[in-house]
């Protein structure tokens, strides 16, 4: 009788450990592919660009929806100038205004920040110049200087890591959806790799357009 009940409490033992162990391992992977949820409304009502000197209503950069928001730090900037060739490329159904980049720089050092804006604008109006001729109204597609760390925070991703960079959708309904979070490894700035980057995030994308564009 005392065997069988030990035996019992063992197997009882058992399970309930296996248990804990598949529940742990489920919410790890539930946290690691969890999809951030958004709005419009969660974001602060005004935002610094680098192409302006006032704070800039943040509903006005997204006049026109689907849009397509990327998130990087300042050493990720690159990002920024090769995703609107892939998405030319692609020839998918988003204009320049649908394309928005945060350049999360709020854990930078404070000397940092006292020309980081500046910076940022001069590769931005690189970018539009070179591309000019290539991609119609590449000027239109701003970049939020993040230096305060509000808006990385109300897309759930405060804690970025330096060369870690995000990527999201806002559909038509002002929902804002995470499509994918990853680590950039690249030695410089090799304008190659970041082209596969961009690559990447484009073809996340594609398998939102088919389902919510």
Known sequence: MLINIIKTSIRTEKTVLFSLFFLS???????????????LSDLPERVVLS????????????????????????STTPLFTQLPYALKARNLPIVSKQ??????????PWFVKLFI????????QKRDKQGASKIADLNQ????????????KALGVANLAKNEYAAFVMDKKQNIQLLVRDTIVIAGNDESEYQKIAEYIIDNLQLFIKSDW
Request: charged share 20%.
């Open 25 to 39: 391992f489920l919410f790890n992977t539930l946290q690691h592919n969890s999809v951030w949820a958004a709005s």
């Open 51 to 74: 192409s302006e000197d006032d704070p800039y209503p943040t509903s006005a950069l997204f006049s026109k929806k689907p849009v397509l928001i990327i998130v990087g730090s300042h």
């Open 99 to 108: 394309f928005l980049s945060v350049a999360a720089v709020q854990k930078a």
């Open 117 to 124: 804006k500046g910076k940022i604008a001069s590769e931005k």
């Open 141 to 152: 597609s701003k970049i939020i200087v993040d230096t305060k760390g509000e808006t990385t």
